[in-house]
């Protein structure tokens, strides 16, 4: 039986495969000259996947790695007992556990217009969505696009995938997406320390599978139910794979029947940046939903850094300016963190006790804070200003 994925929106392509027959009939504006590569690519993903097919394609300004994944979503669901996942080669390096994460900008996995060029806007951590930006009927086709995406692409900064919850299309989701070698996985709706720890057991045996070193593909639970934020502790400490906790304000209200105000939030963020400073790794804000409130966004950007979180979600790439300068430390901050230390070491040089700035004293917590700040400053110049 014939089996059609994808669509005509620009940038994508739909595809027809049918097991059991040969051939290729093409479908471009322009013919003569994308006929031939598109063509090759088709017979080269049918290859990879070991079924005889005939294939029909209408292109629309697709990636080759777009028609890849379509051509191998529609012959995985017409032939589900003879074709093979095609396995790509990828060279990603793992990244570091603590590195910069003051935006994490999500794009739907499902839709290869608005994936074009996702990894040139300057985002601190792509997020790559499986769940509720994806149809139902389209999450198999949207994980095998990822897979291909991950695969294709070589983002400037980190790269994750925000999968399915683990009991309902997450198991399936990781086993296909750990292929493109993805810096780590959201996982969302996170309640328990056994949610954790089932994705990482998961990851463990499909990284020992694939030849990848174990322990590398980081963890970010996201908490968006009233369960979640209260074991936020737990799930913060559950396995060394977290490096992250990330707020979803949007579930957790209509979970506790909140209203998405900055008072109704104040105690599941609140919770959320404690649980994560005491087990050592970052806090991520939800999402501001309003793309045309830029006044709004800079707000709650600022009164989230205050309360101690890292970085904030993003629905578009306008909003990353606004996000980083939040999240970054401004001139004022970073000349006075180089001041303290400076009158840090030069009270040490000559043997003072006390240390003193402005008519203040500089105690350990200021200095501390102070080279948090300058080593902070450093890394996200790429200059390692560390000290």
């Known amino acids: 039986m014939a089996v059609r994925i994808g669509s005509e929106e620009k940038g994508d392509c739909l595809v027809e495969v049918e097991p059991g027959r040969d051939g290729v009939t093409v479908e471009t504006k322009n013919k003569d000259l994308l006929e031939g590569g598109i063509r090759a690519v088709v017979r080269e993903a049918v290859a990879a996947l070991g079924v005889d097919a005939s294939v029909r394609i209408v292109e629309t300004g697709a990636l080759d790695y777009v028609i890849a994944a379509r051509v191998e979503a529609a012959a995985r669901a017409a032939a589900p007992d003879r074709a093979l996942p095609i396995v790509p080669s990828v060279d990603r390096a793992a990244s570091q556990r603590d590195r910069p994460r003051r935006s994490r900008l999500y794009a739907p996995g499902n839709r290869p217009r608005l994936l ?3 990894e040139v806007h300057g985002a601190d951590c792509i997020l790559l969505d499986l769940e509720d930006a994806v149809p139902l ?7 095998i696009l990822v897979k291909h995406l991950l695969a294709t692409i070589r983002f400037p900064g980190e790269v994750w995938v925000r999968i399915n919850p683990i009991d309902a299309g997450g198991c399936g989701d990781v086993e296909e997406i750990v292929l493109g070698r993805p810096h780590g996985i959201c996982l969302p709706k996170a309640e328990s320390v056994a949610d954790v720890r089932a994705l990482s057991e998961l990851l463990s045996r499909i990284e020992l599978d694939r030849g990848v070193d174990e322990g590398t593909t980081w963890i970010m639970p996201i908490l968006e139910t009233a369960a979640g934020v209260l074991h936020a502790e737990e799930i913060a400490g559950a396995d060394p794979r977290v490096v992250a906790l990330a707020f979803g304000a949007e579930d957790y209200t209509r979970d506790v029947g909140a209203r998405r105000r900055w008072d109704a939030l104040l105690y599941a963020r609140s919770r959320i940046v404690a649980a994560a400073a005491s087990a050592g790794i970052q806090a991520s804000d939800t999402v501001f939903a309003d793309l045309d409130d ?17 970085g904030k979600g993003a629905i578009n790439p306008r909003q990353l300016p606004a996000i980083h300068r939040a999240f970054s430390p401004t001139k004022d901050e970073l000349d006075y ?4 230390v400076a009158a840090a070491e030069g009270a040490e040089a000559n043997g003072a006790g006390a240390v003193a700035l402005d008519g203040r004293m500089v ?15 450093g890394r ?3 200059r390692g200003e560390e000290r």
Do not use: M, Q
């Open 116 to 118: 074009a060029g996702i």
């Open 137 to 143: 009927s389209e999450k198999e086709a949207a994980r």
């Open 294 to 310: 830029v006044s709004g966004l800079a707000e709650e950007c600022a009164r989230a850094r205050d309360l101690g979180f890292d």
């Open 337 to 340: 963190a180089r001041r303290v």
């Open 363 to 377: 105690d350990r917590p200021v200095l501390e804070r102070a080279l948090r700040t300058i080593n902070y400053a």
């Open 380 to 382: 996200l110049a790429g």
